[in-house]
């Protein structure tokens, strides 16, 4: 994806897409995303009018709302230098189905595109577009990652978040023999199959099992908070946590679906 024409390559300035789940149900992420890109030298913002990316109704089929969204998060966000966001399908829905809610003689078309050209998920911002410093986080864990379907299959994120978890000190990766594989949420998918999501899930769930991680770490939430409530149901105590909180060192709230008391 090419780097806009207008970005400042000294102080570029970041509107950051927080997304509707980190909003309300994980701010940790967000204040995570925000201490990393200002690590990174961004000057970041958050803008207030941005509401949801338009991925419920897309997936659902309903253009004419997706259209209305997507104008509001165009409209919010076209000033800055680049929109990083947290999550790979989220970010996905921004940089790879805008442009195609509009006609070609649509005046929308050319903005969506604007802004599509510089959205970046956030570890694929980090790592490949401003080549963030080595991260000088601590975690002591074993930690397996699952690489969810939007961001490996669409934005091709796999050896990014590896890499810059080769620098938090204290932290050992072993892999999962189905890391790539899905974890069964995808969105409405799970409420419209709740028994083939499940089916899908306890197979993610074995495979995590079988590493005998202490953590499990991705970079989109849904699927985390999919995977975090299936091992506490089957009474594990793998802790889940974006990666975004590890690098930053925000790891001191509870993990996913866990007692608010627990903290690390």
Same mark, same amino acid.
């Given at each position: 994806?090419?780097?806009?024409?207008?970005?400042?390559?000294?102080?570029?300035?970041?509107?950051?897409?927080?997304?509707?789940?980190?909003?309300?149900?994980?701010?940790?992420?967000?204040?995570?995303?925000?201490?990393?890109?200002?690590?990174?030298?961004?000057?970041?913002?958050?803008?207030?009018?941005?509401?949801?990316?338009?991925?419920?109704?897309?997936?659902?089929?309903?253009?004419?709302?997706?259209?209305?969204?997507?104008?509001?998060?165009?409209?919010?966000?076209?000033?800055?230098?680049?929109?990083?966001?947290?999550?790979?399908?989220?970010?996905?829905?921004?940089?790879?189905?805008?442009?195609?809610?509009?006609?070609?003689?649509?005046?929308?078309?050319?903005?969506?595109?604007?802004?599509?050209?510089?959205?970046?998920?956030?570890?694929?911002? #980090?790592?490949? %577009?401003?080549?963030? =410093?080595? !991260?000088? *986080?601590?975690?002591? /864990?074993?930690?397996?990652?699952?690489?969810?379907?939007?961001?490996?299959?669409?934005?091709?994120?796999?050896?990014?978040?590896?890499?810059?978890?080769?620098?938090?000190?204290?932290?050992?990766?072993?892999?999962?023999?189905?890391?790539?594989?899905?974890?069964?949420?995808?969105?409405?998918?799970?409420?419209?199959?709740?028994?083939?999501?499940?089916?899908?899930?306890?197979?993610?769930?074995?495979?995590?099992?079988?590493?005998?991680?202490?953590?499990?770490?991705?970079?989109?939430?849904?699927?985390?908070?999919?995977?975090?409530?299936?091992?506490?149901?089957?009474?594990?105590?793998?802790?889940?946590?974006?990666?975004?909180?590890? #690098?930053?060192? %925000?790891?001191?709230? =509870?993990? !996913?679906? *866990?007692?608010?008391? /627990?903290?690390?």
């Amino acid at each position: 994806m090419p780097v806009p024409k207008s970005a400042a390559p000294d102080t570029p300035h970041v509107g950051l897409f927080v997304t509707c789940l980190v909003d309300l149900t994980r701010p940790s992420v967000g204040f995570a995303a925000l201490k990393l890109l200002q690590l990174a030298g961004c000057r970041v913002s958050v803008p207030e009018h941005q509401t949801c990316c338009g991925q419920p109704a897309y997936n659902s089929g309903d253009k004419s709302n997706t259209r209305k969204i997507a104008k509001q998060t165009i409209a919010a966000f076209e000033e800055y230098d680049y929109v990083v966001v947290p999550s790979g399908s989220c970010g996905g829905m921004i940089s790879h189905h805008y442009p195609s809610l509009f006609d070609k003689t649509d005046s929308w078309r050319q903005r969506a595109e604007d802004l599509s050209n510089k959205t970046f998920e956030l570890i694929l911002f #980090l790592k490949d %577009i401003i080549k963030t =410093p080595e !991260i000088t *986080a601590k975690c002591s /864990a074993k930690m397996t990652y699952h690489d969810s379907c939007s961001g490996l299959r669409e934005l091709g994120i796999k050896e990014q978040p590896r890499d810059l978890l080769a620098n938090v000190q204290g932290l050992d990766l072993v892999e999962g023999d189905q890391a790539e594989v899905c974890c069964g949420f995808g969105g409405l998918f799970c409420v419209k199959y709740p028994d083939i999501s499940e089916s899908m899930l306890d197979q993610k769930i074995d495979d995590l099992l079988k590493t005998n991680a202490d953590l499990v770490l991705g970079g989109d939430l849904g699927c985390l908070m999919n995977i975090a409530g299936r091992l506490t149901r089957r009474g594990s105590e793998i802790q889940v946590r974006h990666i975004a909180e590890v #690098l930053a060192g %925000i790891t001191q709230v =509870p993990a !996913i679906a *866990a007692p608010e008391t /627990a903290g690390n």
